[in-house]
Nanobody, 122 residues
Framework: VQLVESGGGLVQAGGSLRLSCSAS????????MGWFRQAPGKEREFVAV????????YYADSVKGRATISRDNPKNTVYLQMNSLKVEDTAVYYCAADSLYASSRRNDYDYWGQGTQVTVSS
């Protein structure tokens, strides 16, 4: 199984980024897909999750109203659109696959990508 994130980079505060996560080696439509992030010196935290069909979506309070998670099952890809970025959004962003349900808990996830760096400058 391989999850590969892309789309990170350096952006000014107030800007936008669209992260992508391409999955291979698994039946993508059978997995809920989540996004997490980890800032330097902090624990990895939940950002958003989308269920297998896309019918259930949850966001962390810190990104609610600024983030949109979506998925394209035929393309085996999950996306995270982040708008109105803040300096505190700076982190490595990871996608992860959960075979059971759309969870916000790190330990529920079966597979993880290597992450993509998002840096927001003031």
């Amino acid at each position: 199984v391989q999850l590969v994130e892309s789309g990170g980079g350096l952006v000014q505060a107030g800007g936008s980024l669209r992260l992508s996560c391409s999955a291979s080696g698994l039946t993508f439509s059978r997995y809920a897909m989540g996004w997490f992030r980890q800032a330097p010196g902090k624990e990895r935290e939940f950002v958003a999750v989308i269920s297998r069909s896309g019918g259930t979506i949850y966001y962390a309070d810190s990104v609610k109203g600024r983030a949109t998670i979506s998925r394209d099952n035929p393309k085996n890809t999950v996306y995270l659109q982040m708008n109105s970025l803040k300096v505190e959004d700076t982190a490595v962003y990871y996608c992860a696959a959960d075979s059971l349900y759309a969870s916000s808990r790190r330990n529920d996830y079966d597979y993880w990508g290597q992450g993509t760096q998002v840096t927001v400058s003031s």
